[in-house]
Nanobody
Framework: QVQLVESGGGLVQAGGSLRLSCAASGRTFSTYVMGWFRQAPGKEREFVAAISWSGGITYYADSVKGRFTISRDNAKNTVYLQMNSLKPEDTAVYYC????????????????WGQGTQVTVSS
């Protein structure tokens, strides 16, 4: 089992940056594909980014490509989401997720989810 705890959310002006962290418990973190999702008020949860177990392959939603960067530190059991050039439409609760394979994570069918961290971007 994996327990996930997100942090790093907050209020930022448009054009600013934030870095989210997701700390995972358990000794098998390095075997999981990790992902970030977000859910804005009144909208469905959507995929943001994912990273392979080794960190060598990354995936992004078109809406964040070129602005967000996902990375991981397996020694620290942590995955990060660096968010630059933030826009008001990035406002959402951001969740991290863990899964065994990429398609499971990207499709939102991960078994493990964090509790979420709020990101608010003001215009």
């Amino acid at each position: 089992q994996v327990q996930l705890v997100e942090s790093g959310g907050g209020l930022v002006q448009a054009g600013g940056s934030l870095r989210l962290s997701c700390a995972a418990s358990g000794r098998t973190f390095s075997t999981y594909v990790m992902g970030w999702f977000r859910q804005a008020p009144g909208k469905e949860r959507e995929f943001v980014a994912a990273i392979s177990w080794s960190g060598g392959i990354t995936y992004y939603a078109d809406s964040v490509k070129g602005r967000f960067t996902i990375s991981r530190d397996n020694a620290k059991n942590t995955v990060y989401l660096q968010m630059n050039s933030l826009k008001p439409e990035d406002t959402a609760v951001y969740y991290c997720a863990a899964g065994a394979v990429v398609r499971t994570v990207i499709s939102g069918q991960s078994n493990y989810w964090g509790q979420g961290t709020q990101v608010t971007v003001s215009s």
